[in-house]
């Protein structure tokens, strides 16, 4: 099938778009200047979207939001599904995704590795089991990040309200006089290196702790979860779906 990728000359766009490439889908690599090629293709221009999508399965867009928001509008128009890796979404950007799955199948994901579903069920189970318990998340990515905190890391706090049925109160780092209150779920962010993504919660309360980890050690992760909902998502029914529904699980 066609797959068109937005962002490939990323990070992470470049790893989908191998995979894409290298499950032997038709790879359409778009990029705002293009110049060579990804995994075999040559790059698009962004300005032709409209004309790439024409014959286009699916878009898979890891770009930013401001892109993203645009590059999916021009998908709900050529009656293109697509999946959203792209994190940072303010509440204009999220209902501007929501206006284009009237029209089309909407993926989106702010992980899509497996393990991080996995993840999603644990924290709610913990959440559950330990109630009362304080808890923090630490969440730590490559230094080039732009967002903060993380996709994956608002996803669990959210889950982790829905468990405890509470909004708990994000803290953003600590300093100065500053005891924790309760109802507060701390939020510590980390920028170094390479750092592929690792997302740490820990439950804490009577003399002890619970900690549960996700490390991403490679992007080939991300990118195989992507291209797995890029091919169960032509299709579907215009709406929104989550990477737990590809895999029979949770959600986002
Ligand atoms: N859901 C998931 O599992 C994952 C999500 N992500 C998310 O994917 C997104 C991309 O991350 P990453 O690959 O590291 O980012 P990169 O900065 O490496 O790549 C982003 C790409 O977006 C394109 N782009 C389009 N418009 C803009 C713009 N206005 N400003 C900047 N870039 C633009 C650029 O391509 P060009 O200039 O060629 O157009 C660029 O190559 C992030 O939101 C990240 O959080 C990342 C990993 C996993
Ligand atoms: O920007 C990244 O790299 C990642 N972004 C996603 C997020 O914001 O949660 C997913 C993953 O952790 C890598």
Redesign the pocket.
């Known amino acids: 099938m066609r797959v068109v990728v937005?962002?490939?000359?990323?990070?992470?766009?470049?790893?989908v778009a191998r995979e894409v490439a290298g499950r032997g889908h038709e790879l359409v690599p778009?990029?705002?200047?293009?110049a060579g090629t990804v995994a075999g293709a040559d790059?698009r221009p962004?300005e032709d979207l409209p004309a790439l999508l024409a014959d286009a399965a699916v878009l898979v867009d890891?770009?930013?939001?401001?892109?993203?928001v645009?590059?999916v509008g021009h998908a709900a128009e050529a009656g293109v599904p697509a999946v959203?890796?792209?994190?940072?979404f303010d509440s204009g950007g999220m209902s501007a995704l929501d206006d284009a799955a009237e029209s089309v199948p909407l993926l989106?994901?702010?992980?899509?590795?497996r393990g991080?579903q996995a993840l999603l069920n644990v924290v709610r189970e913990a959440a559950t089991a330990l109630p009362g318990y304080d808890v923090e998340l630490t969440e730590t990515?490559?230094n080039?990040?732009?967002?903060a905190p993380?996709?994956?890391a608002t996803t669990l706090l959210d889950a982790l309200d829905d468990a405890r049925e509470e909004s708990l109160d994000r803290t953003h780092g600590r300093e100065g006089e500053d005891p924790r209150e309760p109802g507060q779920v701390g939020v510590h962010v980390r920028r170094a290196g390479n750092v592929?993504?690792e997302h740490e919660l820990m439950f804490a309360d009577n003399d002890e702790v619970l900690t549960l980890t996700h490390r991403?050690e490679s992007?080939g992760?991300?990118a195989a979860?992507?291209v797995d909902a890029a091919e169960w998502l032509p299709g579907r029914a215009p709406g929104r779906y989550e990477?737990g529904d590809v895999i029979g699980d949770g959600d986002d």
């Open positions: 937005t962002g490939a000359t990323g990070r992470t766009g470049g790893e778009v990029s705002r200047e293009p790059l962004a890891f770009t930013v939001p401001v892109a993203s645009d590059y959203v890796g792209t994190t940072g989106k994901a702010s992980n899509f590795a991080v990515h490559h080039g990040k732009r967002d993380s996709g994956t592929r993504g991403a992007r992760v991300f979860g992507a990477f």
